[in-house]
C-alpha cells in the first residue's frame, strides 16, 4: 500500500502562487508515476500534471504550473503560478501502481492510490 497525504493548499489572491506538497509513505517502490488532479464544484475531476517516479517524464496541461520531486523525501511538489479563481479546487496526489505511459497519465481511473485532497481557493 502507498499513502498519500497533500499539503500547501489554502486561500490565495489572483496573480499569487501556491505550492502543494504530496507526501507518499508506506510501499513506495510501488509507486510509478504520481499525478495531480482536481475537482471543482459540479464538475468532474480532471488531470493537472504528472510526474514518472523516476523524474524522467512529466506531463501538465498548465503552462502555470510545474511538477517536481525529492526522492530523498518522498514528495512531489505542484508549484502554481498565476493563480485565477477558475482554479479553485479540491487538488488531489495520486499515485500508479505501474507505470502508464504518457498517453494514460491524464485518466484518474488508472491511479490506484489517493490522497485526501487540498483545498485551493483563488480569490478574484
Known amino acids: 500500500q502507498v499513502q498519500l497525504v497533500e499539503s500547501g493548499g489554502g486561500l490565495v489572491q489572483a496573480g499569487g502562487s501556491l505550492r502543494l506538497s504530496c507526501a507518499a509513505s508506506?510501499?513506495?517502490?510501488?509507486?510509478?508515476?504520481m499525478g495531480w488532479f482536481r475537482q471543482a464544484p459540479g464538475k468532474e475531476r480532471e488531470f493537472v500534471g504528472s510526474i514518472s517516479w523516476s523524474g524522467g517524464r512529466t506531463s501538465f496541461m498548465e503552462g502555470r504550473f510545474t511538477i517536481s520531486r525529492d526522492s530523498a523525501k518522498n514528495t512531489v511538489n505542484l508549484q502554481m503560478n498565476s493563480l485565477k479563481p477558475e482554479d479553485t479546487a479540491v487538488y488531489y496526489c495520486?499515485?500508479?501502481?505501474?507505470?502508464?505511459?504518457?498517453?494514460?497519465?491524464?485518466?484518474?481511473?488508472?491511479?490506484?492510490?489517493w490522497g485526501q485532497g487540498t483545498q485551493v481557493t483563488v480569490s478574484s
Open positions: 495520486a499515485a500508479s501502481a505501474a507505470p502508464l505511459g504518457s498517453t494514460r497519465v491524464f485518466l484518474a481511473h488508472e491511479y490506484a492510490y
Open positions: 508506506g510501499r513506495t517502490f510501488r509507486a510509478y508515476d
